[in-house]
């Protein structure tokens, strides 16, 4: 090899070996950035998993409310018959054809069946809310989904990075090796 061919090569290996280290900057700042993105996401994910746990937990609430519903139904039933006899014995007891008969059942039986329809509005608005946490819930479940999907993009991506860092960086560590052969056919 003459000292020109070797000024020729070496030169090559030079220019090959800057581009290598250019490609290394360049995969080591996309490496960061992945990095960045990829705390931001986990920090994401953690607090939808903190926002999916209250709901959960306000859920679990809401429907160990509505399981005492038919506890408190059982008891209006119960008290609108006990009023329908009380009334009943009370007419009995009461006769006179000069004062009219209080009816116990149309003043108190009717206070019942209106808390038994306040009771029903109730439960119904309750069971509203425990389906818009329920759609919460399954929402923020699939928001969770996403952010780990991208979570293990992001990781791929990272590693598919540093693989290409590693694979210059071993191009580069070769250029030095020719570039020293050459130099000892230039002097």
């Not at 992945?34 to 209250?54: F, P, V």
């Not at 293990?152 to 090796?177: F, H, P, T, V, W």
């Not at 052969?181 to 002097?187: A, D, G, K, L, V």
Request: charge should be negative; proline fraction near 1%.
């Amino acid at each position: 090899m003459t000292p020109d061919e070797a000024i020729e090569l070496y030169n090559i290996e030079v220019d090959n070996y800057n581009e290598y280290c250019d490609y290394i900057q360049s995969y080591s700042n996309k490496v960061d950035e992945l990095r960045s993105e990829r705390q931001r996401k986990c920090m994401q994910a953690d607090d939808k998993q903190r926002e999916i746990q209250r709901n959960q937990e306000l859920f679990d609430s809401v429907n160990n409310t509505t399981g005492d519903r038919d506890g408190l139904f059982s008891h209006l039933t119960k008290i609108n018959e006990k009023v329908q006899e009380a009334a009943s014995n009370f007419s009995s007891m009461v006769s006179s054809s000069t004062v009219k008969a209080f009816n116990l059942g149309d003043e108190f039986g009717e206070n019942a069946t209106n808390a038994n329809s306040k009771l029903i509005e109730v439960f119904d608005l309750i069971g509203k809310g425990k389906s818009t946490i329920s759609e919460t819930i399954e929402s923020l479940n699939q928001e969770l989904q996403a952010l780990n999907s991208r979570i293990q993009e992001l990781d791929s991506e990272i590693c598919r990075a540093q693989g290409m860092i590693d694979q210059y960086e071993s191009d580069k560590q070769n250029c030095l090796a020719n570039m020293a052969y050459y130099e000892r056919f230039i002097t």
